[in-house]
């Protein structure tokens, strides 16, 4: 079965530009989250659907990142315009969740944003 | 304060040593305590959890909690190189994650 996948693998751009980054969730999960990692801050929690609505996105930086997700198949996370600090690997992951389930999440690969 | 908070090390042993990573939370509601092992370059993977307290052991590795004092606790026996990776605490359904802790072992 294939898991979760990210789009682009490696993404360099220049600060203002428009960056896209993009998902498939595995088929059947019902729920879907984008994270950052740093260094710095470690792995954030930006923002979840469920159902593909959002359910929380607290923690989304600003209003520079928007993240949608159209069908249960696809979502996208959006930072326009990007900055320097933004620079992070960016995770998707999909989860089945259940009453009573774990819930244990399943996580691409990452996409290495690098904004210069 | 971070609903999940862990020391992100680095831990560096020796190959055969007893690990102990340890990760606090705020919130006593929380049910579901997940370790995730996420090795360079990829993305976390589940390792093992536990449900409310006690203890969970698997092969070499046993999950902890003491709830009454807000504590989780991963053990790895006998430490081998290929468990370098950096380890994250995580509890559900709140699903946001401990800073993790990079952990090395030497040969």
């Known amino acids: 079965d294939a898991g979760v996948i990210q789009s682009p693998r490696h993404e360099v751009t220049e600060m203002g530009q428009e960056v896209t980054l993009r998902c498939k969730p595995i088929?059947?999960?019902?729920?879907l989250f984008w994270y950052r990692q740093t260094m710095m801050r470690g792995l954030e929690l930006l923002i979840y659907?469920?159902?593909?609505?959002?359910?929380?996105d607290s923690g989304m930086p600003e209003d520079r990142f928007s993240a949608k997700m159209p069908n249960a198949s696809f979502s996208t996370l959006k930072i326009q315009p990007s900055e320097p600090r933004d620079s992070a690997v960016y995770f998707c992951?999909?989860?089945?969740?259940?009453?009573?389930?774990?819930?244990?999440?399943?996580f691409g690969e990452g996409s290495r944003l690098t904004v210069l | 304060q971070k609903e999940v908070e862990q020391d992100p090390g680095p831990l560096s042993v020796p190959e055969g040593a007893i690990v102990s990573l340890n990760c606090t939370y705020s919130?006593?509601?929380?049910?579901?305590f997940m370790w995730y092992r996420q090795y360079s370059r990829k993305g976390p993977e589940l390792l093992m959890y536990?449900?409310?307290?006690g203890n969970k052991e698997d092969g070499r590795f046993t999950a902890q909690v003491d709830k009454s004092s807000k504590y989780i606790s991963l053990f790895i026996r006998d430490s081998q190189p290929s468990d370098s990776a950096t380890y994250l605490c995580?509890?559900?359904?709140?699903?946001?994650f401990g800073a993790g802790t990079r952990l090395t072992v030497k040969p």
């Open positions: 992951a999909s989860s089945l969740q259940r009453t009573g389930d774990t819930g244990e999440l399943f």
């Open positions: 088929s059947g999960h019902n729920s």
């Open positions: 659907f469920n159902n593909n609505v959002p359910i929380d």
């Open positions: 919130n006593s509601a929380f049910q579901y």
């Open positions: 536990t449900y409310s307290s």
């Open positions: 995580a509890v559900h359904n709140d699903m946001r």
